[in-house]
């Protein structure tokens, strides 16, 4: 299970600044609810630029919904040119501490300030993500500029490193390679030719794993509208569920199955695993 601090729990189970902001003049959007984490952040900046006030709406795990609490806390009376120079680093350390597997959920909190930010300002958004990236991670839309300012803000130096800042190669892996010459040429090192294989989970491991998803990443998102989730089996990469709740009576209950589940398993435990429905 991962280690949270007091302050991560303290801000999933009582987020702070929820829901839409009242005469917000900035808002920042980031993420996709096809990804599994989305966020939206409201700012209200006055006329001498001053954020006055702050909030959010979030489709995520508990890091994501914590870290976008503590983002909006800290941002209220800054100066827009004080909040530009917040980095994910000082959300995690507002936070005393998030798991390494979960730092891509500060990241999306630093751009979605800079994306409202930039719209408050009226200018295009996010242009290292959208102008100068050539897309590497198809499964979670992320680009090499990404990439490259995580690595240089961060100061990573493994492809695992870059996984958790950005979930990219997180999924199908295909684009490992790509990511392993990008961190290559950063470092100034020889292109990583051959990487090391994942190594197999046994039943057992596989189980735990996805127990501990479900428990961390896809119950919390589904009790968001009265949902729930029991698993019921685990043979190989075959997971099979029951939905509960609200989540019981959808008829897009199948969205919900390979859109959630399936992509949060596929992420966290591995790429082979398919999940049905009991």
Same mark, same amino acid.
């Given at each position: ?7 991560? #729990?303290?801000?999933?189970? #009582? ?6 902001? %009242? *005469? ?60 530009? =120079? $917040? ?10 501490? $998030?798991?390494?597997?979960?730092? #891509? ?15 408050? %300002? ?5 242009? #290292? ?59 100034? @090192?020889?292109? $990583?030719?051959? $990487? %090391? ?7 057992? @491991?596989?189980?735990? =794993? ?17 949902? *729930? ?25 199948? +969205? ?5 589940? @399936? ?11 398919? +999940?049905?429905?009991?």
């Amino acid at each position: 299970m991962w280690n949270y601090t007091e302050t991560v #729990h303290d801000h999933f189970l #009582h987020p702070h600044n929820v829901g839409p902001l %009242k *005469d917000a003049n900035a808002i920042g959007e980031v993420g996709s609810l096809a990804c599994g984490d989305a966020l939206k952040l409201y700012l209200k900046i006055d006329k001498e630029g001053v954020i006055r006030d702050a909030s959010f709406e979030t489709f995520g795990c508990a890091s994501a919904i914590a870290s976008s609490s503590v983002l909006t806390d800290m941002v209220k009376g800054m100066s827009v040119e004080d909040a530009l =120079k $917040l980095t994910n680093k000082d959300i995690v350390n507002a936070l005393g501490g $998030l798991p390494r597997q979960k730092m #891509h959920c500060s990241v999306m909190g630093q751009e979605a300030l800079e994306a409202a930010i930039r719209q408050w %300002k009226g200018e295009p958004p996010m242009p #290292h993500a959208q102008e100068e990236g050539k897309l590497v991670c198809k499964c979670f839309g992320v680009t090499d500029a990404q990439i490259i300012r995580t690595i240089r803000e961060n100061g990573l130096k493994t492809v695992e490193e870059i996984t958790n800042y950005t979930k990219a190669g997180g999924a199908c892996g295909e684009c490992l390679d790509e990511i392993a010459e990008i961190l290559a040429t950063e470092l100034k @090192q020889k292109p $990583l030719v051959e $990487l %090391k294989p994942r190594p197999r989970l046994t039943n057992v @491991q596989r189980m735990q =794993k996805v127990l501990q998803t479900i428990d961390e990443e896809i119950r919390p998102r589904l009790s968001v509208d009265g949902g *729930d989730i029991e698993l019921v089996d685990v043979d190989g990469p075959r997971v099979v569920v029951s939905l509960r709740g609200r989540c019981s009576q959808c008829r897009a209950s199948d +969205v919900t199955i390979r859109d959630l589940v @399936q992509k949060a398993l596929r992420e966290h435990v591995e790429p082979e695993i398919v +999940v049905e429905e009991a």
